[in-house]
């Protein structure tokens, strides 16, 4: 199980599109996520995806706007981002849990089951 490596943030106006992608070798039957943290506010859960079951959880303020996908071929987990607005902007940051086992959705998007943890990459909205 290697860390994970994201990529794919940058700076877009609101109503925009981004997609992360998060490269994560060996969690073929474990939980995904990304997490964001803005300066001065806590990190936060965004989406999950377990990557044997294919389910996924999502904040509500992403839902509708967001999507978390996997190519397990490649090992990477994708967060498709649409319709972005000013308050998405902060590190987005990609996770792996060692461990497969079930979860709420509240547990999936808590930063507790996730032992391994990517840099992070930028992502900015602004007109």
């Known amino acids: 199980q290697g860390q994970p490596v994201e990529s794919g943030g940058g700076s877009v106006q609101p109503g925009g599109s981004l997609r992360l992608s998060c490269e994560a070798s060996g969690y073929t039957h474990s939980y995904v996520a990304w997490f964001r943290q803005a300066p001065g506010k806590e990190r936060e859960g965004v989406a999950a995806i377990h990557t044997g079951a294919g389910f996924t959880y999502y904040t509500d303020s992403v839902k509708g706007r967001f999507t978390i996908s996997q190519d397990n071929a490649k090992n990477t987990v994708y967060l498709q981002m649409n319709s972005l607005k000013p308050e998405d902007t902060a590190m987005y940051y990609c996770?792996?849990?060692?461990?497969?086992?079930?979860?709420?959705?509240?547990?999936?998007?808590?930063?507790?089951?996730?032992?391994?943890w990517g840099q992070g990459t930028q992502v900015t909205v602004s007109s």
């Open positions: 996770a792996a849990a060692p461990r497969g086992g079930p979860m709420t959705a509240k547990q999936a998007l808590s930063v507790r089951p996730y032992n391994y």
